[in-house]
T-cell receptor, first 115, second 112 residues
């Protein structure tokens, strides 16, 4: 596709349920990032993938959060037993290569609301 | 861990006035990037600075990277209503880290 695609765009769930958020990066981009943005706040780093390995998982807030990436393509962010504080926009970004070498292209985000 | 502070948090200007946002890192940066997020939108890349003391211009926007590579600024001359949005700096420390750490952003409102 032309850009980074994320789904679902909106997700409303009940506290305690699991959710999966999907990211399709730009074809050929080896680096993939997940960020969380709470309402009116900045971007909070969650995890970085280079290819299908995750050399930096330091931003995952708890063991309820996990992410995987298949090949150099789709990534899934899973939140188990969701809590109200998980409500936020989850942004995925891809980059041609990892590290400090270039711009991140962001998707439109997945807005998660936990009731 | 690395922290990136950005001030001010909010700025309201009259159309035609200038605007500046400042970014400070707790550690020396390998590079710094700037992004703009329009209301309801996603962050869009503006520019990357790599060299100590670097200055880059994009039309009415001027970006600077400090000599010590720990601070940066974005200056907009003669703001227009199309400049409305939140401006984020994002720093990469290198040294084995893969995190691009974002500041909290400066939200710019332009009064016509």
């Amino acid at each position: 596709g032309a850009g980074v695609s994320q789904s679902p765009s909106n997700k409303v769930t009940e506290k305690g349920k699991d959710v999966e958020l999907r990211c399709d990066p730009i074809s050929g981009h080896t680096a993939l990032y997940w960020y969380r943005q709470r309402l009116g706040q900045g971007l909070e780093f969650l995890i970085y993938f280079q290819g299908n390995s995750a050399p930096d998982k330091s931003g995952l807030p708890s063991d309820r959060f996990s992410a995987e990436r298949t090949g150099e393509s789709v990534s899934t962010l899973t939140i188990q037993r969701t809590q109200q504080e998980d409500s936020a926009v989850y942004l995925c970004a891809s980059s041609l290569s990892g590290g400090a070498v270039g711009e991140l292209f962001f998707g439109e985000g997945s807005r998660l609301t936990v009731l | 861990g690395q922290q990136v502070m950005q001030i001010p948090q909010y700025q309201h200007v009259q159309e035609g006035e200038d605007f500046t946002t400042y970014c400070n890192s707790s550690t020396t940066l390998s590079n710094i990037q700037w992004y703009k997020q329009r209301p309801g939108g996603h962050p869009v890349f503006l520019i990357q600075l790599v060299k100590s003391g670097e200055v880059k211009k994009q039309k009415r926007l001027t970006f600077q990277f400090g000599e010590a590579k720990k601070n940066s600024s974005l200056h907009i001359t003669a703001t227009q209503t199309t400049d409305v949005g939140t401006y984020f700096c994002a720093g990469f420390s290198g040294a084995g880290s893969y995190q691009l750490t974002f500041g909290k952003g400066t939200k710019l409102s332009v009064i016509p």
